[in-house]
């Protein structure tokens, strides 16, 4: 298995363009998550899924969409790229309800706007 | 905001055992506490988790005090490989068990020693 796999590791982005974060994964998890760290802070929830076909928003969604039309990819949109976004994206997945496993992480995708 | 307290950071000496203390005083009955790290920018890692038992794995134990209102990770041989942040979570269930999302604070910056 290659567990979660996330593209591209770096991009730069000008203000105002727009880019897809790809993340898959092969474990037939159910459960998918984009997160944002940035420098010295905690991961901060933007989007989450529980199944195809059903995403929610989290902590900070704003400037953010996602999609989840397959088990296996959960894609994460910027739309209109703000400085603000410059962070570290990462994506995870679990197993569904009734398990108790952690979540999986992919290494990651460092995004810069300029 | 994050519902449990750590240390900023702590130094534990190479193939000593390293113990890490997480305060979460305002802990549900229902909410278990999780443990990741994560290595120099790379994704998070899951450790461990538990509810009110201690636990132990391949990685570490997990003691509980038996008022739930603190833990301590336990890594017993720590080596250079060690050296990370590590996150204590509490998790906060969803409107449906199943979609619990976890709050990640800042962690401690754990730096083993040769």
């Known amino acids: 298995n290659a567990g979660v796999t996330q593209t591209p590791k770096f991009r730069i982005l000008k203000i105002g363009q727009s880019m897809t974060l790809q993340c898959t994964q092969d474990?037939?998890?159910?459960?998918m998550y984009w997160y944002r760290q940035d420098p010295g802070m905690g991961l901060k929830l933007i989007y989450y899924?529980?199944?195809?076909?059903?995403?929610d928003k989290g902590e900070v969604p704003n400037g953010y969409n996602v999609s989840r039309s397959t088990t296996e990819d959960f894609p994460l949109r910027l739309e209109l790229a703000a400085p603000s976004q410059t962070s570290v994206y990462f994506c995870?997945?679990?197993?569904?309800?009734?398990?108790?496993?952690?979540?999986?992480f992919g290494s990651g995708t460092r995004l810069t706007v300029v | 905001d994050a519902k449990t307290t750590q240390p900023t950071s702590m130094d534990c000496a190479e193939g000593r055992a390293a113990n890490l203390p997480c305060n979460h005083s305002?802990?549900?009955?229902?909410?278990?506490v999780y443990w990741y790290r994560q290595i120099h920018s790379q994704g998070p890692q899951y450790i461990i988790h538990?509810?009110?038992?201690?636990e132990t794995n391949e990685m570490a134990s997990l003691i509980i005090t038996e008022d739930r209102k603190s833990s301590t990770l336990i890594l017993p041989h720590a080596t250079l490989r060690d050296t990370a942040v590590y996150y204590c979570?509490?998790?906060?269930?969803?409107?449906?068990?199943?979609?619990?999302?976890?709050?990640w604070g800042a962690g401690t910056k754990l730096i083993i020693k040769p």
């Open positions: 538990g509810l009110k038992n201690n």
């Open positions: 899924s529980v199944g195809a076909g059903i995403t």
């Open positions: 995870a997945s679990r197993p569904r309800q009734g398990t108790n496993y952690g979540y999986t």
């Open positions: 474990m037939n998890h159910n459960y």
């Open positions: 979570i509490v998790r906060v269930a969803g409107p449906m068990d199943s979609n619990y999302q976890l709050i």
């Open positions: 305002t802990i549900s009955g229902n909410e278990y």
